[in-house]
């Protein structure tokens, strides 16, 4: 059962246009929720993580928006550079210390082409 | 500090035979963790660790062994391997200060059994 559902699965975008991915996950214990940039041929990197103490945050052109009630987080990217095309994993874990400790549920990635 | 390493970077088999993926990391995290990228199906955990000795199952375990002798190392046994193991292999690894939230990854094995 897919913990965190990821859509769409891929988008394009023109340069300067916004783009935006969106996530919903159903365990209510998940309290972290973070998004990996992977570029083609490299490992998944941390962009930008939330906890639901906040509803935004906005680091430079990458903004999370979290909405709690509804179990759903999304990604913006702002001014979309050609540079920005990558695949982006959405994921949540939750503080439990006991057989889920540091365990990342990922989304199945949306691949995002920046047209210049 | 070389952060996560991973060897070899692609690796050809033949149905049956075994072989080790390697992992290593410097910055003396306590966990880390394999995953398997399939195309769609995101990252799917394999198996993982919390500290040398100690090691655990993930999503999708059967046919891969695990040890972890030394903080710095975990490497990945394929016992026999078959074609559907075909995939980009990734170690992970985080500190367990703030619940292994952060997760640093290696640049992959890409591993093709024919």
């Known amino acids: 059962q897919q913990q965190v559902k990821q859509s769409p699965q891929s988008l394009i975008v023109q340069k300067g246009g916004i783009s935006i991915i969106n996530c919903a996950y159903e365990?209510?214990?998940?309290?972290?929720f973070p998004w990996y940039q992977q570029f083609p041929g490299k490992g998944p990197a941390l962009l930008i993580a939330?906890?639901?103490?906040?509803s935004e945050k906005k680091e430079g052109r990458f903004t999370i928006s979290f909405n709690k009630s509804a179990k759903q987080f999304s990604l913006h990217i702002m001014d979309s550079q050609p540079g920005d095309s990558a695949t982006y994993f959405c994921?949540?874990?939750?503080?439990?210390?006991?057989?889920?400790?540091?365990?990342?549920?990922f989304g199945r990635g949306t691949q995002l082409t920046v047209w210049p | 500090n070389a952060g996560v390493t991973q060897t070899p970077k692609f690796q050809v088999l033949k149905t049956g035979q075994s072989m080790t993926l390697q992992c290593a990391q410097d910055?003396?995290?306590?966990?880390m963790s394999w995953y398997r990228q399939d195309p769609g199906m995101g990252l799917r955990l394999i198996h993982y660790?919390?500290?040398?000795?100690?090691?655990d199952q993930g999503e999708v375990p059967n046919g891969y062994n695990v040890s972890r002798s030394t903080t710095e190392d975990f490497p990945l046994r394929l016992l026999s391997a078959a074609p559907s193991q075909t995939s980009v292999y990734f170690c992970?690894?985080?500190?367990?200060?703030?619940?292994?939230?952060?997760?640093?990854f290696g640049p992959g094995t890409r591993l093709t059994v024919l």
């Open positions: 365990n209510t214990a998940f309290d972290y």
């Open positions: 660790s919390v500290g040398a000795g100690i090691t």
């Open positions: 939330i906890r639901p103490d906040v």
């Open positions: 994921a949540a874990s939750s503080p439990d210390r006991g057989s889920t400790l540091g365990r990342l549920y």
């Open positions: 992970a690894s985080s500190s367990l200060a703030g619940g292994a939230s952060e997760q640093f």
């Open positions: 910055m003396n995290h306590e966990y």
